[in-house]
Each structure stands twice: as structure tokens, then as C-alpha cells.
């Protein structure tokens, strides 16, 4: 029996399971809760919100703390391991190589910053992040020597990353202090609304052109970095339109 393969494939099904977990919670977040929400009046919030959304909340950010690390692990045997992300494995890692890994998983500390200052308008974030995943998809295949599933699967790790620091640094800590206002019968701090909204709303955007890399070895006529900026853009579109749909889907 092929032990490896056994492995990588039970790995990559808990890794469904909880990206599963974790998304769907994110579409009840975005999609659903945000048009129910505004519907209740204060006595019903204050019942509702502190049994429903730690709760959710518990099962969203666990989902994605072993998303992320059933992620790294499939990285470490799938593409490390058998140097798959390169174009040419047979010269192995250089140094653009390791310099882009490394940019895979330090970017997020370069948008939380961008992204909570110069680039808080919406419309600036919509498009600076197209062009910002082009520019360093362009990077992956020119500079690094990524191939196609290599380029693919890093620009999804690196939205896999900022959305899961999302859940753990931003939302989660917001939230803990919003529950504990609406409980208590007080207003929640506005900043930290705008905050724990902002970057839920991120991580959905991420979150479509995602499944499409994270599914992209089934996609190679897609083999090209600018037909890849193009789907993200195909995804951000998607998610402007599915939200605009949410706002209007009625209650009974
Ligand atoms: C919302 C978060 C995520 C979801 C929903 C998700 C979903 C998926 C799915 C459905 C697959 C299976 C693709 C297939 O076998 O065809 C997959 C594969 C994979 N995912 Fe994720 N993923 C997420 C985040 C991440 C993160 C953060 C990483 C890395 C840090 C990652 C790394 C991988 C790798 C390496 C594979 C194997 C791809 C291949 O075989 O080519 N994923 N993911």
C-alpha cells in the first residue's frame, strides 16, 4: 500500500472538510446573517446574538485554523517534497524560489497594513487586489520559476493566509467585544462593527477565486498568469453581484 498517497489523501479530505466548514459559515455570515441581522429589535439581539454567534463563530475560526494547516502540510508533501511548484525541478530550489514561499506567507502583514489605511476604500481594495494578484503571479512564474499548479496553488495560499489571520487577529477579537456589548444592552463600539465587516468582507472576496485555485490542476487550459488575473477579477465580480442579490432576497 502506498503509505504517502494514503496520507496526502486524507489530509487533503479533512482539508474539504474544514475549508467546507469554514466557507460555508463565512456565505452564512455575508449572505445571510447580514440582511437578517438589521431585522431584529434590540430585546431580540440581545437574546439572539450572544447563544447564536459564539457558536458559529467557534466552528468558523477552528475551521479555519485546520484549513490552514492541512493547507501547509498538503504544500509541504505535494509541491515541496516532490518540487512540483517549480517549472523545472530538476535545477531545484533557487533563491527567487525561496524569496516568493516566503512572500506567500508574509504578504499579510503588508495588507493588513495597506488595507487599514491607504486602501480602506472599498473600491480601491476591490482593484488593488486584482492588480496586486497579477503583479505577484507575474512574479511567481517570471522571477521564481513557479509552474502553472505552482503559481496557482501559492496565490491560493496566500488568500488562504490573509483570510485566516482575518478570522484570528481581526474578526474573532472584534467580535468577542461586540457580543459582550449587545448582551450587556449597550451599542458596540462602531470601529470595531466597521472592522469585523471589512475584513469579512475580504476574506469572501478571496474566497471564490480561491476554490478555483485550490481546484486548478483540473484547469490547465488556464496555464497563464494573466488568464489567472483574470479569473480573480471574474471572482471579485461574482461576489459584488451575489451580494447585491443577498440585500434583496425577502423574508417570509
Ligand atoms: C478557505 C480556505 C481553503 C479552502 C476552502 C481550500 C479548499 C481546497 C480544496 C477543495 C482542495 C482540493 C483540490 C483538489 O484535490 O482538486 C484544496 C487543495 C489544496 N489546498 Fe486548499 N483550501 C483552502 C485554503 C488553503 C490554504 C490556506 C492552503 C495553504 C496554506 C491550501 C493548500 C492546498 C494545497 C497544497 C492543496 C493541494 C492542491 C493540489 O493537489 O494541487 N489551501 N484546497
New binding site residues.
Given amino acids: 500500500m502506498d503509505v504517502m498517497n494514503m496520507v496526502e489523501s486524507l489530509i487533503?479530505w479533512i482539508?474539504?472538510i474544514v475549508?467546507?466548514l469554514?466557507?460555508g459559515l463565512l456565505y452564512f455570515f455575508n449572505w445571510v446573517n447580514s440582511a437578517f441581522a438589521p431585522t431584529m429589535d434590540a430585546e431580540t439581539k440581545k437574546k439572539v446574538v450572544p447563544e447564536l454567534m459564539p457558536r458559529a463563530l467557534y466552528w468558523f475560526r477552528w475551521g479555519a485554523a485546520f484549513?490552514?494547516i492541512t493547507?501547509?502540510l498538503?504544500?509541504l508533501m505535494?509541491?515541496y517534497h516532490t518540487k512540483l511548484v517549480l517549472a523545472a525541478p530538476e535545477q531545484g530550489f533557487g533563491g527567487p524560489a525561496l524569496i516568493m514561499i516566503a512572500v506567500t506567507f508574509l504578504m499579510v502583514f503588508a495588507y493588513d497594513f495597506l488595507f487599514s489605511g491607504p486602501l480602506k476604500n472599498p473600491q480601491a481594495s476591490f482593484w488593488a487586489g486584482i492588480v496586486g494578484s497579477g503583479v505577484v503571479l507575474f512574479l511567481f512564474d517570471a522571477f521564481a520559476g513557479f509552474s502553472f499548479?505552482g503559481y496557482a496553488?501559492h496565490l491560493?495560499?496566500m488568500y488562504?493566509?490573509i483570510?485566516?489571520f482575518n478570522v484570528w487577529f481581526r474578526i474573532w477579537p472584534a467580535q468577542q467585544k461586540i457580543i459582550t456589548a449587545i448582551k450587556n444592552g449597550e451599542a458596540p463600539d462602531g470601529a470595531l462593527v466597521a472592522l469585523a465587516g471589512s475584513r469579512s468582507k475580504h476574506n469572501t472576496y478571496m474566497?471564490v477565486p480561491?476554490?478555483f485555485l485550490?481546484?486548478s490542476?483540473?484547469a490547465t487550459w488556464a496555464a497563464n498568469p494573466i488568464t489567472v488575473t483574470i479569473i480573480v477579477l471574474v471572482g471579485f465580480a461574482l461576489v459584488n453581484h451575489i451580494y447585491a442579490r443577498a440585500a434583496k432576497v425577502p423574508g417570509f
Fill in positions: 487533503r482539508h474539504v475549508g467546507v469554514w466557507v484549513t490552514w493547507g501547509v498538503l504544500l505535494v509541491y499548479r496553488i491560493g495560499a488562504g493566509t483570510m485566516a474566497s480561491l476554490l485550490m481546484t490542476q483540473h
